[in-house]
């Protein structure tokens, strides 16, 4: 076995004990180092610590199914790691397109062959090794991929994701919320009255408004909640795993620390800046695709602003 594969980490997460001492056996005889997880949470923090430079995730595990993990991984690790999703004898293309639409690789089915699943591991690193060598040469270069993903995918005003990534994130988020039944809710806000900021004080201290609001909504979400810059002052939210009720309590909360916060501007002064909200979710009546979700939250966001601003509405079907 050559130095390079021998010194290749690979993370297992299976909580079978049969399963995970086949593989992991088979894994080692072939010249990796292996560590084994018995769960997602487990899987996630090793990974995080241990840095693997493969990961092989059992769909089925007794905490969190094989999708929340294969999703929470590709938000945490910096760098890309390749992950296999394993699972029993399941043919149905959707469950495939699920797992390769939250980030995993490749999907095995048990039982596997030997070496087919050898040859698949190989594969992986093989792409490993040229992304990373990529990157480094990219960091040499001063043009890291993280710069350039920010350059695609981040607005530069307010440091938040652009709405074309949003977009994507919501049709990937809904897809498998809509199949599984998980719960998904949508945030919509925008600034009250923010052409008067523009009007009022002229557009930098416009752009100020909208960089520190930006600001402090993003530092109140959790890990995995996705937030962007919509429209010109508004944002929008896409919280996974979240039902209406916590997510019109988290509007709430956001719209209590503008409130209250100290908006003092440099030149012009103290701001007087507060945020409207709409709120919708899965699972609802009637919300059968992305476009109508983005309609009910829209409309939720609407009579925020009708009732007087400054308040937070959900949908409901009387809103229809």
Same mark, same amino acid.
């Given at each position: ?15 079978? #004990? $049969? ?28 990974? &995080?610590?241990?840095? #693997? +430079?493969?990961?092989?995730? @059992? %769909?089925?595990?007794?905490?969190? @199914? ?10 945490? !690790? ?7 999703? !394993?699972? &029993? ?45 990529? /990157? ?21 005003? $307010?440091?938040?994701?652009?709405? /074309?990534?949003?977009?994507? %994130?919501?049709?990937? &988020? ?14 919509? $806000?925008?600034? +009250?009255?923010?052409? +008067? ?9 416009? @752009?100020?408004?909208? *960089? *520190? ?19 010109? &002052? ?5 919280? #996974? ?24 501007? #440099? ?22 695709? %992305? ?5 009910? %939250? ?17 949908? $409901?079907?009387?809103?229809?």
């Amino acid at each position: 076995m050559n130095r390079i594969q021998d010194a290749k980490r690979i993370l297992l997460i299976e909580d079978s #004990p $049969t399963q995970a001492r086949y593989t992991g056996l088979l894994l080692e005889e072939a010249g990796y180092r292996v560590s084994v997880a018995t769960t997602g949470g487990a899987g996630v923090e090793q990974a &995080e610590s241990g840095s #693997p +430079d493969l990961i092989m995730l @059992d %769909v089925v595990l007794p905490d969190l @199914d094989g999708f929340s993990v294969c999703r929470r991984l590709r938000q945490k !690790l910096v760098h890309y790691v390749p992950i296999i999703m !394993l699972t &029993e004898q399941r043919t149905d293309i959707e469950d495939k397109l699920d797992g390769l639409n939250v980030g995993a690789d490749d999907y095995l089915n048990k039982p596997y062959d030997e070496r087919e699943i050898l040859a698949r591991v190989a594969s992986l690193l093989r792409i490993k090794q040229v992304i990373d060598e990529l /990157h480094a040469r990219l960091a040499n270069e001063h043009q890291s991929y993280e710069a350039l993903k920010r350059i695609a995918l981040v607005d530069h005003l $307010t440091g938040l994701y652009n709405r /074309h990534y949003f977009n994507e %994130v919501l049709h990937r &988020e809904f897809s498998v919320a809509a199949r599984y039944g998980n719960p998904l809710a949508c945030v919509m $806000t925008d600034i +009250d009255h923010f052409r +008067d900021f523009n009007s009022r004080y002229g557009h930098p201290v416009g @752009d100020w408004v909208l *960089h *520190h609001v930006a600001g402090l909504v993003r530092i109140m979400l959790r890990q995995g909640d996705i937030i962007a810059r919509y429209g010109g &002052e508004e944002f929008m939210m896409v919280l #996974p795993m979240t039902t209406v009720g916590d997510a019109a309590d988290l509007a709430e909360r956001l719209r209590d620390a503008v409130a209250t916060a100290i908006w003092q501007h #440099p030149e012009a002064g103290p701001l007087n800046i507060t945020l409207s909200f709409g709120v919708a979710a899965l699972p609802a009546p009637g919300i059968d695709s %992305v476009d109508k979700l983005l309609a009910c %939250v829209d409309q939720a966001l609407y009579c925020a602003k009708h009732n007087g601003r400054n308040r937070v509405e959900v949908f $409901t079907e009387q809103l229809a």
